[in-house]
């Protein structure tokens, strides 16, 4: 399976529209588009972390439910033209949906891992304020594959 983005290369620095406006941007949720997904594959979850020290796995976006048939999400999607059938989750902001990048100034580069797992099931059944380990805890044992990418963002 892989996954890339159109908005940046993995490894590559996050552009300033899709960080939150408190650190200059527009909030606009990344593009996402994955091919080559295992056999078996009934929905894709996805999750976007920011495992530095400072964010401790701070969730900038959990989605669930995402249909098989499903091949990517588009620029700007979270909230407003989701894949069908798809339930974004709650992030670290308090908000439903994505919430991009704002590291604290002087803490360096930040990672924000995106992973698109593959699932042996058709839906995830979990709350809306379901935590990062909570998460994690309802698709173990059911991912069939898992694949990342990283982006980068400082100030």
Request: hydrophobic share 35%; charged share 20%; net charge positive.
């Amino acid at each position: 399976m892989e996954i890339t983005s159109s908005a940046f290369k993995d490894q590559g620095k996050i552009p300033i529209q899709f960080v939150m406006p408190g650190a200059g941007g527009k909030n606009i949720s990344i593009p996402i588009r994955w091919k080559n997904p295992p056999l078996g594959t009934t929905s894709f979850a996805l999750s976007i972390v920011d495992p530095h020290p400072v964010a401790q796995n701070w969730v900038h976006w959990l989605v669930i439910n995402i249909p098989k048939e499903v091949i990517s999400i588009e620029e700007g999607a979270s909230k407003k033209k989701m894949p069908m059938g798809s339930v974004e989750l709650k992030n670290s902001f308090g908000d439903i949906g994505y919430g991009g990048p704002q590291p604290p100034k002087g803490t360096g580069d930040h990672p924000y891992v995106v992973t698109l797992y593959a699932l042996n099931v058709e839906k995830l059944e979990i709350g809306v304020s379901t935590s990062l380990s909570a998460f994690k805890k309802a698709i173990e044992g059911k991912v069939i594959e898992s694949v990342s990418m990283t982006g980068m963002y400082g100030r």
